[in-house]
């Protein structure tokens, strides 16, 4: 393998490169790389300055995954910024594309940062359960302050080059050629006072106002709650301003190990790799030929419909969307339009990039519209007959070779196909609700699914920015095969004696933003009802027959006011009273512990059968299911990871100890002390 760092001269300034695609990410050989460049420049009196720049698409990205888990090899990154930052000769870093998290700290331990417009920086490593290294909460805050500091490093999430040169964490952006303007820029330098950011001491608000890291916390508390790292982020910020810079260091490390020995960052890097390893096929070769997809028709402008339609609009693939009226049709497309307008207000978008979308848009009523589209998808109401029509009709429509997808979130997508003469063309797409919004796509693969139609979609869905998962044909796939499993043991805790709202409060506890009850009421408890009054067989039954339809209409499980705030129905507590003594159920009180574990346990045994049955290809493929579509906490790893955290034995005997099934495959994996994720 060729060395990825190489040195150039221009003149007196020595550049030094990095070609180490495709994000220059900072392995071995890059930080080996870089020590041996500075110490070229400090070792040769002809050098005056340096550039630090990248070929490629980005300045450096990040840390090197492939490093993840291996013994360290050095350099290691903190020892290459220490070596930067001593240099004594002026060191610009030269940043286009990304500069995250290690590229970020490479960055800071420079005497000066300029970049193109478009690049971003940043520090994600809160993503991963663990804070930035020594430049990024010790150098940057010293550099920008900490109330500037915060953000960056808590949240994870970049910044503009505008923004960062704002704060002051860039010096110039340029428009220029990069490289000839880093040249310029560093040689006018030489001979000045070099400025190191560990020696800096603007860091001073933090100690002046303490009070800016409590209040960075409640104004943030949503997006931290439950979260170990950001905590820690913010205290390694206050250390940069109460404690000289080696004593700073020192603190950082000790929190970033804390962390990084702790469940929480295992969790979340096991869903970094599970994110990427989801998007893999087994037994679909990685160079299959994609069918292009440069048109898409969709059936049905409701909710779903719609929601489905934006994201092809966003990402500039025209749509065709069809109506069986005009009412509901204008009805649609308003809403789709009202959603842009409503994203452009937030600043978003601009009003051209609303007028662009809804110009990739074309209503229509006739299906003879749809007849040169590259994919369609259905998104009717959720009933066999019906979608079966509705696929043979496009099935004598659509061009040949096109993609037929049905929306469906349960039934059976092989039925669907054995209505076409296209079997293979066949498949399903479960968008999840606001699709416009929710992350995930649960891609349904039929038996006569061709591997190209499959490869497709999940390209595509990355297109959308979408994170698509493979799941096989069964009742629910994925996501909603599992949560009936814990719906099922929500209900019955009811008929034993668990308050509805107590229920609820335990999910919360855990990490999730509702619980069971809310989300039926978020729903509407009206979603599937047979909508006869007159005829109650279950407490869903008795709610709607009270016109209880949940959160749309002011009640449901709980009474809401007008801000849709809840609280416990005296109407509800009868109805669930009423009928767990029509049932001849005892009452008892029921522990937390119960609850949980009745809820959680079931959905990982029925986890274990979906991985039985091959519906899913991996265990972290249901993880990414579960975080992505049904707000599992990220900071315990999904449904699976949290079972091999608890423990498998542990699970099977919590199940057995609640009477309730324990799937061959768990037990197997419990007995031999093996793990459900790898």
């Known amino acids: 393998m060729s060395d990825p760092i190489r040195t150039e ?58 490093e993840f888990g291996k013994p360290p ?84 999430d970049p910044i503009s080059a505008r923004k960062a040169q704002e704060i002051g964490l860039l010096d110039a952006v340029v428009e220029g050629d990069l490289a000839e303007e880093a040249t310029a820029f560093v040689r006018s330098k030489v001979g000045q006072p070099l400025p190191r950011t560990s020696q800096m001491n603007r ?8 009070a800016i890291f409590d209040d960075f916390r409640k104004q943030a508390g949503r997006k931290l709650h439950g979260f170990d790292a950001p905590n820690a982020a913010i205290e390694a910020v206050r250390a940069a301003g109460e404690l000289p810079y080696a004593k700073g260091v020192e603190r950082e490390r000790e929190l970033f190990m804390k962390l990084m020995m702790g469940t929480q960052s295992a969790a979340m ?7 990427r390893a989801a998007a893999k096929i087994e037994g679909v070769s990685g160079d299959v030929p994609l069918i292009p997809v440069n048109k898409v028709g969709i059936i049905g402008a409701g909710t779903m419909g719609g929601g489905i339609a934006m994201n092809f609009l966003s990402a500039g693939i025209p749509v065709t969307i069809l109506e069986v009226e005009q009412a509901a049709l ?68 659509v061009k040949d070779g096109a993609i037929l997808a049905s929306n469906t979130s349960y039934l059976d997508i092989d039925e669907i196909a054995r209505s076409t003469a296209r079997p293979g063309y066949v498949l399903g797409l479960h968008f999840f609700s606001p699709a416009n919004v929710m992350r995930l ?50 209900n019955a805790l009811l008929m034993e004696g668990a308050k509805y709202w107590e229920v609820d409060e335990v999910m919360l506890d855990f990490g999730f933003p509702m619980g069971p009850f809310q989300m039926a009421d978020l729903a509407g408890t009206d979603i599937g009802w047979h909508r006869d009054p007159s005829r109650v067989e279950s407490v869903r039954d008795a709610l709607c027959a009270a016109g209880r339809f949940g959160q749309k209409a002011g009640k449901g499980f709980y009474d809401y006011d ?117």
């Open 73 to 156: 090899v050095g350099p290691m990154l903190p020892d290459v910024c220490d070596l930067i930052e001593a240099c004594d000769k002026p060191v610009v870093a030269a940043i286009h594309g990304t500069a995250l998290g290690g590229g970020c700290e490479v960055a800071l331990a420079c005497h000066y940062r300029i970049a193109v417009p478009s690049a971003k920086l940043g520090l994600p490593e809160v993503k991963l359960g663990l804070i930035p290294g020594a430049a990024g909460t010790q150098r940057l805050p010293r550099l920008v302050g900490a109330q500037a500091a915060l953000p960056l490093v808590v949240t994870g």
């Open 203 to 210: 860091n001073e608000d933090g100690v002046r106002n303490p």
């Open 269 to 275: 890097r096991h869903y970094f790799f599970a994110e």
């Open 562 to 678: 007008e801000t849709r705030q809840r609280k416990p129905s005296d109407e509800v507590e009868a109805i669930i009273a009423d009928f767990a003594a029509r049932e001849g159920r005892p009452q008892r009180s029921i522990t937390a512990d119960e609850i949980r574990e009745r809820l959680l346990y079931p959905m990982v045994n029925e986890g274990a059968l979906i991985l039985d049955e091959g519906m899913a290809q991996r265990a972290s493929d249901i993880d990414v299911v579960w975080i992505n579509g049904y707000g599992w906490p990220l900071y315990t790893g999904g449904p699976m990871f949290w079972a091999d955290t608890v423990g498998l034995t542990k699970v099977v005997e919590g199940l057995e100890r609640h009477g309730l099934p324990v799937s061959d495959y768990l037990r197997r994996k419990a007995e031999a002390g093996e793990r459900l994720t790898r």
């Open 441 to 490: 796509l649960e891609v349904v693969r039929g038996a006569e699914t061709r591997d190209d139609v499959l490869a497709t979609a999940m390209a595509l869905a990355k297109t959308i920015g979408k994170v698509a998962v493979v799941s096989g044909v069964c009742d629910g796939f994925i996501g909603n095969r599992m949560l009936a499993k814990r719906q099922e043991q929500a």
């Open 330 to 397: 204008d009805r649609g497309t308003g809403v789709i339009r009202k959603n842009y307008e409503a994203t452009a207000r937030k600043g978003r978008m601009t009003a051209d990039q609303v007028e662009q979308a809804m110009g990739l848009l074309s209503p229509t009523l006739s299906y003879d519209d749809l007849a040169g589209c590259d994919l369609v998808i259905e998104a009717v109401f959720e009933d066999m007959a019906i979608k079966k029509e509705v696929f043979r009709r496009l099935d004598q429509v």
């Open 9 to 66: 001269r221009h003149g007196d300034v020595l550049h030094i490169v990095s070609d180490n695609p495709p994000v220059n990410a900072l392995g071995a050989s890059v930080r080996q790389g870089l020590e041996r460049g500075i110490r070229e420049a400090m070792g040769d009196d002809d050098v005056k300055a340096v550039v630090i720049r990248c070929d490629g698409r980005t300045f450096f990205a990040g840390a090197d995954i492939t």
